[in-house]
């Protein structure tokens, strides 16, 4: 199969549609990370989402729609989701919310748990495509299971080349991290995946409620936080003030004698811009030049940090290790 880089035209978004409605797979941009798009309501094409990421069946698929209206078709709203997805939608938020029952979506998408994972995204490519299309679409990180997600085209080019019927080109990811997860369970809101939106500006705009983070996924149905993720090829060391010789070194900060910085000036939110492009540049360096592994510099766990830090923690392989399916 030969992948098409598609730029954002009027007439790509209408071809990456057609490929959509002809049962297809197109990557596509959004202001978090690529996603991975097919058919939410086409079982076929989601099962070839899952077939080429390498994903388990177990891990369900985020739906993407156009707006609060689309969601409502899909899943039941209670009032806290309801003032959270009109505070933060579109944008990088993701609410699990129960499926209704005539929805349509494809049953594969969901991991049959009776819960959706739905997503108004921001990025107006993206928002072109769900609307040139008419339907929900699922769009899981453009990468191979539990590796590096992608911020560039070229980044889904270098997975997907020849699996995939096309790219569509836009901004490269504006944040660079995934959706922050939300579930209400009244009384309580409960982070299943940290992410561009952090706790802080959540409690701003829901005040009153508990809110805490329910990282494994035990209690509620999110497979997705078990999975090794984010993972380079190479050996990571996380928390390293100094590399060993033959490392790449990713800093933070003023540093001297690092390879390349996530941020020089200490900058959050260009650190998780800069974050899988360094680490994926980093992992081709060691499989093609004599290094030995890459070394990341510490970085303030607070504000956004705390899921950068997720991140590289899930990189390492440092959390839950006994949880860790695959
Ligand atoms: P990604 O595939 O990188 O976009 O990650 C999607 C995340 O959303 C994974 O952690 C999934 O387990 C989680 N997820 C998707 N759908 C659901 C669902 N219906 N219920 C719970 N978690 C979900
Ligand atoms: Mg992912």
Redesign the pocket.
């Known amino acids: 199969m030969n992948t098409l880089l598609l730029p954002p035209s009027a007439g790509n978004i209408f071809t990456a549609s057609r490929i959509l409605t002809q049962g297809g797979l197109v990557a596509f941009p959004t202001e978090t ?1 690529y ?1 991975l798009g097919a058919d939410a309501l086409n079982p076929q094409a989601v099962t070839k989402v899952f077939e080429v990421k390498g ?1 388990p069946a177990s ?4 739906v993407h729609i156009k707006d609060i209206n689309m969601a409502s078709e899909l899943a039941h709203f209670d009032e806290v989701s309801y003032e959270l997805a009109e505070h933060f939608w579109p944008g990088p938020l ?1 609410l ?1 919310l129960p499926l209704r029952e005539h929805s349509k979506i494809a049953e594969n ?3 049959k ?1 009776g ?3 739905l997503r108004v995204p921001q990025n107006q490519t993206f928002i072109e495509l769900i609307e040139s299309f008419g339907r929900p679409i699922v ?3 453009a990468n191979l299971s539990g590796k590096i ?1 992608s911020t560039t085209a070229l980044h889904v080019l270098s997975d997907f080349d020849g699996k995939i019927d096309a790219i569509l080109e836009g901004d490269n990811c504006l944040m660079g991290l ?2 922050t ?1 939300l ?1 209400y369970d009244d009384p309580k809101l409960q982070i ?2 940290l992410g561009c939106i952090t706790k802080d500006e959540i409690s701003t705009k829901i005040q009153d409620l508990a809110i805490e983070a329910s990282l494994e ?1 035990d209690k ?6 078990k ?1 090794r ?1 984010y993972s380079p090829d190479a050996p990571l060391r996380i928390n390293c003030n100094e590399k060993s010789n033959k490392e790449v070194l990713i800093g933070f900060g003023e540093l001297k004698g690092a390879e390349f910085n996530l941020s020089i000036s200490g900058d959050l939110d260009e650190a998780a811009k800069n974050l899988y492009n360094l680490l994926r540049t980093a992992d081709n360096m060691v499989k093609s030049q004599d290094y030995s592994g890459i070394a990341v510099s510490p970085v303030p766990n607070i504000g956004l940090g705390l899921s950068i830090n997720d991140r590289l923690e899930r990189a390492a392989g440092k959390i839950s290790a006994k949880s860790f399916i695959k």
Do not use: C, D, K
Not at 59 to 62: G, Q, T
Not at 220 to 225: D, F, H, K, L, R
């Open positions: 990370v996603g994903r891990n369900p698929l985020i993701t699990i998408i969901t991991a748990s819960y959706v994972a769009g899981p990180s997600s995934e959706s997860i579930m299943l995946r996924g509620i149905p999110t497979p997705g936080s999975f993720h």
